[in-house]
């Protein structure tokens, strides 16, 4: 993936609220295309209105499982991400305008031209979560090599065009985590979840260590 972009989002201050303001995301959403553009030579034309709805329905669906942030931050963020990610898929706001000679010698270059708004939906997000966590916890996620593998992306791109919603288990896959693939967008079956809802569980069933005063 190309992370240039994340060290702009990174300067922003309290990222994670503001992209959950409309202005600011349709801004950093274009600021992610220019630099795309810019290393690889793929224009693209944005849809305001798609990318609004792309928008209001994403954080409809963040605002209703909030909740689960409280049970591991870190994992919540990857699942907006990927929420945000299915739905760019799903409205696809962008279109291509123009493509010059993408040069071989670019990272993901192949990638880049065998989808680019797939590309370019997904480089947003993951720079979008980089920048997050390096505010938040002062490191950015570790990305598996099969972020850079065509053939995971031709994968991607066909599953995706079945089920939107795979797009959230791929980016799962792209950070290392265990992806659902059955119920890729239920917060519920997600594996760092389900091991939080869990821990607090026994917490709250541990016995005391304090005798019962009243016993």
Known sequence: MDLDFKNELAV???????????????????GNAKAVTQHYGVEFVVSEEKLTRVFLDWVEMVDAQKAYARLDRGDFIIYAAGLALKEMIRHAPVSIAQV????????????????????LYTNYCVCAIAAIFEQEFGQTPHLNRCADDLRTWWSYRENTREMPASAVA???RFFGAEPNWVAPDLIEGRLAMRTAMEAKRRSIEAPSIFPDPAT
């Open 12 to 30: 922003m201050p309290d990222l994670r609220h503001r992209l959950r303001q409309l202005r600011w995301f349709r801004a950093t959403f274009r």
């Open 100 to 119: 010059s000679a993408v040069s071989s010698a670019a990272d993901n270059a192949d990638i880049v031209t065998f989808w680019p708004e797939g590309f």
């Open 170 to 172: 791929f980016l799962d």
